[in-house]
């Protein structure tokens, strides 16, 4: 047997929604029939401004992308006003909390993250060596208190999302500011935005502030959720340039391809398109969640591009007859919530089409 290291074998797998194409082939159904409402993909695809930019970079192929980013590190200055030495480029967001684990755990180091919180925390941890150490949720959500006398002297990372995934719930910015600037300066505090578009205006706040005003700080955010570039794979960090350079060091070279840098110019440039993206997702939640209702199904409060919803003992039930109907959801038993389903937002007619497909499961179920 090849010998591998005892943290390979302790990983599980990321699980990811179910492809179209495999669902296609496992029940014989047409493609372009199908509807995916799993991995809080953007149903209206990438910006045009994305897409003219990232053919115009495919003629270019050929070449290696510039392995520092510049021009993409640029808008991205521009966008926060921080300086491009404070910013850090990876293959979705899920590279940068790589590239965190990797910087700042190792044996003998723990790091410390919340009940239901994103599953790559966890795995990140692990591949390190290092302890994870799992604060237990309150109401779904990150108990803040909890996570802080959860720390040990040999803690050096806590991860915070906010938005959550899986549950959708939001942290107030006043309490989530008084928690990062009452941690120990020798830890780093990884602020998930993954979702951070789809917040209302009345619910946003200036992280890249408190980046210039706590050094430990790291903001991460990606360009596969409202900007619509989930296959091809960028995401970005802010932090003091000293954290930064730490993660450049060990960044891969040429991470993230020409395409998507251009791309990801293109999505930054086009406001419209994300003005369009948070307004089809706020009426998207509230279409999901009263048909919910009337079906009878609680579901959680979202600050995402999702709803988390609970079905109980008819969970598998429900979840193999979408599937074999063509809808495809995200079942979320390894967050240990095999109770509950996570239905990504689509177009209305999508999700209209899931609220009726899942009347006639409960119905048989």
């Not at 200036?206 to 700080?217: F, Q, T």
């Not at 070279?253 to 997702?281: H, K, M, P, W, Y």
Request: a neutral charge.
């Amino acid at each position: 047997m090849v010998d591998v290291v005892s943290q390979v074998l302790k990983a599980h797998p990321y699980q990811a929604g179910k492809p179209i194409d495999e669902l296609a082939r496992e029940f014989g159904i047409d493609p372009s029939k199908i509807v995916k409402l799993a991995s809080n993909e953007n149903p209206l695809g990438m910006s045009p401004k994305a897409r003219r930019n990232a053919l115009r970079a495919v003629q270019t192929s050929a070449l290696y992308p510039d392995p520092n980013g510049f021009d993409l590190k640029a808008s991205l200055s521009r966008q926060f006003d921080v300086p491009q030495a404070w910013i850090t480029l990876g293959a979705g967001s899920n590279d940068i909390l790589e590239l965190i684990a990797s910087a700042f755990l190792t044996m003998g180091r723990s790091a410390v993250f919340a009940q239901y919180a994103f599953s790559v925390y966890a795995q990140a941890t692990l591949r390190t060596g290092a302890d994870g150490i799992v604060v237990n949720a309150r109401d779904f959500s990150h108990d803040l208190d909890a996570m802080n006398r959860a720390t040990r002297g040999d803690t050096k990372v806590i991860f915070v999302a906010n938005p959550n995934n899986p549950t959708g719930t939001y942290l107030a910015p006043d309490k989530l500011e008084t928690f990062i600037a009452c941690m120990r300066s020798d830890i780093v505090v990884v602020l998930d935005e993954a979702y951070n578009e789809y917040l209302a205006p009345e619910f946003q706040y200036d992280s890249i502030a408190w980046v210039k005003r706590y050094p430990n700080l790291i903001v991460t955010r990606t360009f596969s959720k409202a900007y619509g570039l989930a296959g091809l794979r960028v995401g970005y960090s802010i932090s003091s340039s000293e954290v930064a350079g730490f993660l450049n060091r060990i960044r891969p070279a040429f991470n993230v391809s020409s395409v998507a840098q251009a791309a990801a110019i293109g999505a930054l440039e086009d406001q419209d398109f994300r003005e369009q993206t948070f307004r089809l997702n706020k009426h998207g939640l509230e279409q999901l969640a009263t048909g919910l209702r009337k079906l009878a199904i609680p579901c959680l409060e979202s600050y995402g591009n999702f709803v988390l919803a609970r079905f109980g003992a008819n969970t598998s039930r429900v979840n193999a007859y979408l599937l074999r109907h063509g809808i495809i959801v995200r079942s979320v038993d390894n967050y240990g919530l095999g109770d509950w389903l996570r239905i990504s937002v689509g177009l209305p007619d999508q999700n209209e089409l899931f609220l009726r497909t899942l009347e006639r499961a409960l119905i048989g179920a």
